[in-house]
């Protein structure tokens, strides 16, 4: 059950550069897209957040943009920081009241090269 | 900043025991779930608990496994007969309305 999909297992970029993580779903019903941080041993943590009656959403140097035509959202860093790197986890949520679950993807490792 | 709070970070078990898994919740929130990761893998959900019941379960989340809130505070997960493939980190998350999930840092349940 592949409904959240980060199809690129990781991503090294320069230090002040922009970071572009992808993520796709294939359930029109999801109704919220979250980006979650993740370090070792940690718990995620939330990030930003997307409505699926948006299409953009900024916050600091952090923006998810939502292409709901093509299922399919990324999250921009600008610039990247060394302590950006960590896993990110794009997650879905489909509204049901009380059992409004998240579906997650597998996660991109992102590297930030001081 | 409120945060959720899982013990004990690492559990070491033989397989066939029982462990719980213990969580406080964020202390407004009404919402509470638990998801594992298997190493490598992805974030999986497993059960979801509202108005003191289960709201949704998984697939995985079988006969084995059970959830409690006993006092208003804690949240368990408790796994009455553990086998190797249970070996995973299990997060507790807790929301109060419609969006603003909050994770716990995770048990790392080791099972031998």
């Known amino acids: 059950d592949q409904q959240v999909k980060q199809n690129s297992p990781s991503l090294s970029v320069q230090e002040g550069r922009i970071s572009i993580l992808n993520c796709d779903y294939t359930?029109?019903?999801?109704?919220?897209f979250l980006w979650y941080k993740k370090y070792p041993a940690e718990g995620p943590t939330f990030l930003i957040s997307?409505?699926?009656?948006?299409d953009k959403n900024e916050d600091g140097r952090f923006t998810v943009f939502l292409n709901k035509s093509a299922k399919h959202l990324s999250l921009h860093i600008v610039p990247s920081q060394p302590g950006d790197s960590a896993v990110y986890f794009c997650?879905?949520?489909?509204?049901?009241?009380?059992?409004?679950?998240?579906?997650f993807g597998k996660g991109i490792t992102l590297s930030v090269r001081p | 900043e409120p945060e959720v709070t899982q013990t004990p970070s690492h559990q070491v078990t033989q397989m066939g025991q029982e462990v719980i898994l213990r969580c406080v919740p964020i202390?407004?929130?009404?919402?509470f779930y638990w998801y594992r990761q298997i190493l490598g893998q992805k974030v999986e959900f497993l059960v979801s608990?509202?108005?003191?019941?289960?709201?949704?379960k998984s697939e995985i989340f079988d006969d084995q496994f059970s959830v409690e809130r006993p006092d208003g505070s804690n949240f368990t997960l408790k796994i009455r007969s553990t086998k190797l493939e249970d070996s995973a980190m299990y997060f507790c998350?807790?929301?109060?309305?419609?969006?603003?999930?909050?994770f716990g840092s995770g048990t790392r349940l080791t099972v031998v």
């Open positions: 998350a807790s929301r109060q309305g419609f969006d603003g999930y909050t």
């Open positions: 359930n029109s019903m999801f109704d919220y």
């Open positions: 997307i409505s699926s009656i948006k």
């Open positions: 997650a879905a949520r489909l509204y049901t009241g009380a059992n409004s679950k998240l579906t």
């Open positions: 202390s407004n929130h009404l919402y």
């Open positions: 608990f509202y108005n003191n019941e289960i709201s949704e």
